[in-house]
């Protein structure tokens, strides 16, 4: 097989055993063909400085001004984002469940509202996943769609060749 495609997942909370525990849950999925990285960052403006190159998803925690003084809210750099980058999946992490830091935040531009229970690595590591999953099913329409058109250009040699042999 080919060389795999690189891809990143940005974990950001500023709780640094939070962050860590959830990028390691990530880091554990099945990836297939692609070369994964997941970078973890306390603050939100580490991150930004960062968004670069075929980043994947990003698991924004909601509270990052929370253990860092002055530090931008998750709802802050979420903005910041989408400014610039308005298709990459951002899963926002809360403690909240509020519906109205729900309905600001997925107004704001996030993917998915996950709050921070017993199931949210779970349920984080399952949006991440069907991430993946039509990465995945892109490639393999894409390959699918290269044969298809390579087989026809054959085929319009091969009839063009006996065409002109016959003639």
Same mark, same amino acid.
């Given at each position: ?5 690189k891809?990143?997942?940005?974990v950001?909370?500023?709780? +640094? ?5 959830l990028?390691?849950s ?6 297939d063909?692609f ?5 973890s ?10 968004? $670069?190159?075929?980043l @994947?998803?990003?698991?924004?925690? $909601?509270?990052?001004d929370?253990?860092? +003084?002055?530090a ?6 979420l ?9 990459? +999946? ?6 909240? @469940? ?8 997925l107004? @704001?531009?996030a993917?998915?509202?996950?709050v921070?229970?017993?199931d ?6 399952g ?19 290269q044969v ?14 006996i ?5």
């Amino acid at each position: 097989m080919g060389q795999k495609e690189k891809i990143e997942i940005f974990v950001v909370d500023d709780d +640094p055993l939070m962050g860590s525990m959830l990028a390691n849950s990530l880091r554990k999925l099945n990836y297939d063909d692609f070369e994964v990285e997941v970078v973890s960052y306390e603050t939100g403006e580490e991150c930004l400085s960062d968004i $670069h190159g075929n980043l @994947a998803a990003i698991v924004l925690d $909601h509270y990052l001004d929370s253990e860092i +003084p002055n530090a931008k809210s998750g709802l802050q750099i979420l903005r910041e984002i989408r400014k610039y980058n308005q298709s990459v +999946p951002i899963f926002v992490l809360s403690g909240q @469940a509020e519906m109205v830091t729900t309905a600001e935040l997925l107004k @704001a531009g996030a993917n998915e509202y996950v709050v921070k229970d017993n199931d949210a690595f779970m349920r984080i590591s399952g949006l991440v996943q069907k991430v993946i999953n039509d990465k995945i099913r892109k490639r393999k329409n894409i390959f699918r769609w290269q044969v298809a058109v390579t087989l026809s250009v054959i085929v319009l040699l091969i009839f063009i060749a006996i065409r002109s042999n016959t003639q």
